[in-house]
């Protein structure tokens, strides 16, 4: 069973507007969230994170919500450019410092549209 | 910068072979990793080790095996490829430690077909 879901696979979003990615998480031990972007035929690449004692985090053009009583994250890119489009993965980490990795989802795609 | 090498971007190989993916690290990280991700499936956890010689395995270990004989150093073993570990693999460290200390740095991906 999934821990850490991603239910759009892609999403449209035309340059210059927010995109608003989504992700949901069963497992209550979750205590680290991250989310990475991958280019095609590339590692992905780290993004932004969040704790669980933060709702929100903030750099740049990118912010990371954590909704914990409803076990919802979501990340906002605003203004989205061309370069943005790529694929986003949502991941999280238990309680035992990362030494067991992270778990993910299955990614969602974003078009960014000119 | 965090740098995490894969020895291969692209690899060929036939069924039943034996494979070697060799992965290096060279900020004196704690934990190394090895991901395959498959389209729909997300990154899968196949192997991890948080120190030399220690290994776990992860999600979906089975015909898989690793290596770490040294810190920097960790291998992933296919024993006997067949065509379902087709995939791109990806092999990742992180530092340790509760926060930040659990962010991955990837390597670039083998992606592997085997024939």
């Known amino acids: 069973d999934q821990q850490v879901k991603q239910n759009s696979p892609s999403l449209s979003v035309q340059e210059g507007r927010i995109s608003i990615l989504n992700c949901d998480y069963t497992n209550s031990m979750f205590d680290y969230f991250l989310w990475y972007k991958k280019y095609p035929a590339e590692g992905p690449t780290f993004l932004i994170s969040?704790?669980?004692?933060?709702d929100k985090n903030e750099d740049g053009r990118f912010t990371v919500f954590l909704n914990k009583s409803a076990k919802h994250l979501s990340l906002h890119i605003v203004p989205s450019q061309p370069g943005d489009s790529a694929v986003y993965f949502c991941a999280a980490s238990g309680s035992g410092g990362g030494a067991d990795g992270l778990t993910f989802g299955k990614g969602t795609h974003l078009i960014i549209q000119p | 910068d965090v740098k995490v090498t894969q020895s291969s971007r692209y690899l060929v190989k036939r069924t039943g072979e034996k494979v070697f993916l060799e992965c290096v690290q060279d900020m004196d990280h704690e934990n190394m990793f090895w991901y395959r991700q498959d389209p729909g499936l997300g990154l899968r956890l196949i192997y991890f080790s948080y120190d030399v010689k220690m290994k776990e395995k992860g999600d979906i270990p089975e015909g898989y095996s690793v290596s770490r004989e040294k810190k920097e150093r960790f291998s992933l073993i296919l024993e006997s490829a067949s065509t379902n570990q087709t995939s791109m693999y990806l092999c990742?460290?992180?530092?340790?430690?509760?926060?930040?200390?659990?962010?991955?740095?990837f390597g670039s991906g083998t992606q592997l077909s085997v024939l």
């Open positions: 969040i704790s669980s004692i933060k």
């Open positions: 990742a460290s992180s530092l340790g430690g509760q926060g930040s200390g659990e962010k991955l740095f």
